[in-house]
């Protein structure tokens, strides 16, 4: 009996690793990691830009992306990861124009990659072939990455320039408030520097003290030598 025991436990710790080896078979864990990305492509070609779309399958958890982008000739190789996001396109800048690329996309999930999607070959377009002469696009805004069409750029100068020409008209009707209100101001000061000037002679003139001479004891004097000085002239007859 001991002995059948001693066989059975030998036989499971043989055949414990090759239990575990099953459990994590390819099958096994493909099925936690999200699928390829499908229907991928690349539209609003650019001189200088494209955009990669795609979907992904029902049922797949994905919390972000991964795009390698590469050049035809193998001379520039890029690879764009995204997590935290549930965008299923992505704008592709510094590209060079008339120049081959193939990209490929793969979904992020919680316990790994997908698989690459297919590669999608593009060639981007050249100066003429989208601008007019004398346009530049090297420095294109974001909105014509994303297919924003010229008009949206029109309707936010309109907007800015309606809110400048209403600031100019508050700051305008503010000076013209502020000169009225100045120039009462100005004008009551005046008012009030006219009205001492009427009884300034008042306290100054005193003519029963100054238009006649005062006599005492053979003296004269006058009060405005008095208020003059404090020395006193005496004339002995």
């Known amino acids: 009996?001991?002995?059948?025991?001693?066989?059975?436990?030998?036989?499971?710790?043989?055949?414990?690793?090759?239990?575990?080896?099953?459990w994590q078979t390819p099958g096994m864990v493909?099925?936690?990691v999200p699928a390829a990305p499908v229907n991928v492509s690349v539209t609003q070609l650019?001189?200088?830009?494209?955009?990669?779309?795609?979907?992904?399958?029902?049922?797949?958890?994905v919390i972000g992306y991964a795009i390698s982008q590469q050049r035809q000739d193998g001379l520039m190789q890029r690879s764009i990861r995204e997590v935290n996001t549930s965008s299923r396109w992505c704008v592709l800048w510094d590209l060079d124009e008339n120049t081959h690329y193939s990209v490929q996309v793969q979904s992020v999930g919680?316990?790994?990659?997908?698989?690459?999607?297919?590669?999608?070959?593009f060639r981007t377009l050249e100066r003429s072939d989208h601008y007019p002469a004398g346009v530049l696009d090297h420095h294109?805004?974001?909105m014509e990455g994303l297919g924003?069409?010229?008009h949206l750029q029109t309707g936010e100068l309109l907007i800015i320039t309606t809110v400048l020409l209403l600031?100019?008209?508050?700051?305008?009707?503010?000076?013209?408030?502020?000169?009225?209100?100045?120039?009462?101001?100005?004008?009551?000061?005046?008012?009030?520097?006219?009205r001492p000037l009427v009884h300034a002679s008042s306290p100054y003139y005193n003519p029963s003290a100054g238009s006649s001479p005062v006599y005492h004891n053979g003296?004269?004097?006058?009060?405005?030598?008095?208020r003059a000085s404090s020395s006193i002239s005496i004339i002995r007859v």
């Open 1 to 22: 009996m001991l002995a059948f025991l001693h066989l059975d436990l030998g036989l499971l710790l043989l055949l414990l690793p090759l239990l575990l080896a099953c």
């Open 110 to 121: 919680l316990h790994g990659d997908s698989q690459p999607s297919r590669a999608i070959h």
């Open 148 to 150: 924003m069409t010229p």
């Open 46 to 61: 650019r001189a200088h830009s494209a955009m990669v779309t795609w979907n992904v399958p029902l049922g797949d958890t």
């Open 167 to 194: 600031w100019a008209a508050v700051i305008a009707l503010f000076c013209r408030q502020y000169d009225i209100i100045k120039d009462n101001d100005s004008n009551g000061t005046k008012e009030k520097a006219k």
């Open 140 to 142: 294109e805004p974001a």
């Open 30 to 32: 493909g099925a936690t």
């Open 219 to 226: 003296a004269v004097r006058s009060s405005r030598l008095h």
